[in-house]
T-cell receptor, first 113, second 115 residues
Framework: NSKVIQTPRYLVKGQGQKAKMRCIPE?????VFWYQQNKNNEFKFLIN????????QIDMTEKRFSAECPSNSPCSLEIQSSEAGDSALYLC???????????FGHGTKLSVL | GEQVEQLPSILRVQEGSSASINCSYE??????FPWYKQEPGENPKLIID?????ERKQIQELIVLLDKKAKRFSLHITDTQPGDSAMYFC??????????????FGKGTKLSVKS
């Protein structure tokens, strides 16, 4: 069983609605990544954190996506105004450091109708 | 950024035979190469990884080979079983000692093992 906990497993939203998903990284892992896996199984890196600080993020994330990893609370990824093209599996992963093994949660499957 | 090519996209083999998946990368600074197995509805699971200070690594029936000159690495599954049927993804990242290295994934290989 994955030690990276993601909620919810499934999320259904209408276009223009906010979509928020959460991730609890494996205990002791300060580095958290968010990836989007589309229907063709392709992975797209979105953003990563070390503790509460953003390390890297792509343009898409900077515009409609927001993410945070507050101390003592789950990390979250929120899409401000969902679009049909956002329908995908959103995977959270954690590691001891960015150059170590990455462990994935089960993901949140977002469907934007 | 880094680009990772993965072939084949679909691989069908007979139970007991070997399966091979090949990946290539562009950034010669990439130095960490993991392989993930993802079953339907499940999370990607790390099955084996190799760093650039090695050319070969084996864990049970899994063998990974790395050719840094050619910028290629490959996964070989010997004596395949029906339980090996899944999507397999290769990835590459540049490990510069900091925490902001990110994995770039290949597009995946769907392996089917027929009994």
């Amino acid at each position: 069983n994955s030690k990276v906990i993601q909620t919810p497993r499934y999320l259904v939203k209408g276009q223009g609605q906010k979509a928020k998903m959460r991730c609890i990284p494996e205990k002791g892992h300060p580095v958290v990544f968010w990836y989007q896996q589309n229907k063709n199984n392709e992975f797209k890196f979105l953003i990563n954190f070390q503790n509460q600080e953003v390390l890297q993020q792509i343009d898409m994330t900077e515009k409609r996506f927001s993410a945070e990893c507050p101390s003592n609370s789950p990390c979250s990824l929120e899409i401000q105004s969902s679009e049909a093209g956002d329908s995908a599996l959103y995977l959270c992963a954690s590691s001891l450091s960015g150059n170590e093994r990455l462990f994935f949660g089960h993901g949140t499957k977002l469907s934007v109708l | 950024g880094e680009q990772v090519e993965q072939l084949p996209s679909i691989l069908r083999v007979q139970e007991g035979s070997s399966a091979s998946i090949n990946c290539s990368y562009e950034d010669s600074a990439s130095n960490y190469f993991p392989w993930y197995k993802q079953e339907p509805g499940e999370n990607p699971k790390l099955i084996i990884d190799i760093r650039s200070n090695m050319e070969r690594k084996q864990i049970q029936e899994l063998i990974v080979l790395l050719d840094k000159k050619a910028k290629r690495f490959s996964l070989h599954i010997t004596d395949t079983q029906p339980g090996d049927s899944a999507m397999y993804f290769c990835a590459a990242s540049v490990n510069s000692g900091g925490s902001n290295a990110k994995l770039t994934f290949g597009k995946g290989t769907k392996l089917s093992v027929k009994s």
